[in-house]
């Protein structure tokens, strides 16, 4: 499985303006090649570099350089081709939908450029980069990761890597190739994952992960975040730009601790997971004006993801299972009622009287769904009877002919008189019956 690796560039000041300078020049080639294949109707790649490979070449790209910047461009429509057709563009005649179809796509100076081994070489021993830029090669160039990293791109870094530049900084986003562990095929049971926000996930093995923590951090941001933008200085703007993506980083290391708290439990005890298929709730929920905030600021479908790529790489199965009714049925008894939900917190059954904490409840129905999911998707072991074994040998020992045509007149005889005699046995059964 690909997954990446993010080293921070610690460049000199002359090699920082050379880097910042490369991408500010590559992102406009890439604007223009954009304009290009926007006025000849979006052509294939091939087509493309006819019409525009020879005009990079003549404001100092590099051979490689120019093709990558071809290259991303026309992805980058490819992108867009498919997210119409999803539909997440809106409807046709969207106001969103006209606005993306009627002009070409458009690069951010500091948006991510391609490397492969010929602009980019790593000296992982001691730490730097050889990259090549519009002034010419830098050598020397020193990065900054953990020892994990440095062991990650040491064994499996394949493909290409990424420069980008964000909030002044440089960085590598290296692809690493990481062998997958075999699929565990038979689980022993599965561990019902419910994520929620006043508790962002919970297992029906008892570990549950109070969000508490994460919303008062949430909460204090966005408080601080309105009184700069009230107060509206320059100090306020400076300091707003220092704590921005803040919380976005807050909330991805909670949920990767959180995902990887899940898939070793799994691991350790043989399990699958099962986890709710959320998509489309922010759209299906219909909330109060003070609700939406927190809502749309939920990151169940982080969470989710993170789950799915440790569990791929760790060989635990994972299945998605319909949400409906889990947070109204009984665990234990399955009646389904919307009263059974007493609040937030409390499930307490009406029929069987069983009273459990809410999110508690619910992971249990997921796991219950989660393993009728993977019985019903996997194919059937039970072992062959005596009678089948000895029916698939006669057919294999003489196998039948495909057509009646092709059999002998004695054989079809004897296979008419076979069909009228089973025919006949139907009818004395069915006249016997009392309906």
Not at 1 to 9: A, F, N, P, S
């Amino acid at each position: 499985m690909k997954i990446v690796v993010r080293v921070k560039l610690v460049p000199e000041a002359d090699q920082a303006t050379a880097l910042r300078s490369t991408l500010r020049a590559v992102n406009e080639a890439a604007c223009w090649v954009s304009a290009v294949a926007f006025e000849r109707g979006v052509p294939r790649e091939y087509e493309l570099r006819k019409h525009t490979y020879a005009g990079l070449k003549a404001i100092g790209l590099g051979a490689q350089a120019a093709q990558h910047v071809i290259k991303k461009t026309r992805d980058a429509y490819t992108t867009l081709k498919a997210n119409i057709r999803a539909g997440n563009l809106g409807r046709p005649g969207s106001e969103r939908r006209v606005k993306a179809e009627s002009k070409p796509i458009t690069f951010r100076a500091e948006a991510a450029q391609p490397y492969d081994d010929r602009c980019l070489s790593w000296q992982l021993d001691h730490r730097t980069v050889s990259i090549w830029t519009m002034a010419g090669r830098l050598k020397g160039v020193r990065f900054a990761c953990s020892p994990d990293a440095l062991t990650m791109l040491r064994e499996h870094r394949r493909g290409e890597s990424d420069l980008i530049e964000r909030d002044g900084e440089f960085y590598l986003i290296a692809t690493c190739e990481v062998p997958e562990k075999p699929l565990n095929q038979s689980p022993a049971a599965f561990i019902g994952v419910g994520l929620g926000i006043a508790d962002i996930a919970t297992i029906s093995t008892g570990y549950r992960a109070a969000g508490r923590g994460l919303n008062r951090h949430r909460k204090r941001q966005l408080d601080l975040r309105r009184k700069l933008q009230a107060k509206g200085t320059k100090s306020a703007k400076r300091l707003l730009k220092k704590r921005s993506r803040k919380e976005a980083r807050h909330t991805a290391n909670v949920n990767h601790i959180v995902s990887k708290t899940i898939v070793t439990a799994a691991e350790r005890t043989g399990f699958g997971i099962a986890l709710e298929d959320l998509t489309g709730i922010r759209s299906r929920v219909r909330l109060r004006k003070d609700q939406r905030t927190q809502l749309h600021s939920w990151g169940f479908h982080q969470l989710g993801r993170y789950i799915a790529y440790k569990a791929k790489r760790a060989g635990v199965p994972l299945v998605y299972v319909d949400p409906a009714y889990t947070s109204q049925e009984c665990s234990q008894c399955h009646h389904i009622d919307r009263k059974n939900r007493v609040d937030q917190a409390t499930f307490a059954c009406r029929s069987c009287g069983t009273v459990l904490h809410a999110d508690t409840n619910a992971s249990h129905n997921i796991a219950r769904k989660g393993e009728t999911v993977w019985t019903a998707g996997r194919e059937s072991r039970v072992p062959a009877t005596a009678t089948q074994v000895a029916q698939t040998w006669e057919a294999t020992r003489q196998p039948a002919a495909p057509y009646p045509q092709a059999r002998s007149l004695q054989a079809r005889v004897k296979l008419t008189n076979q069909l009228s005699s089973s025919r006949a046995s139907v009818e004395s059964w069915t006249a016997n019956q009392q309906w």
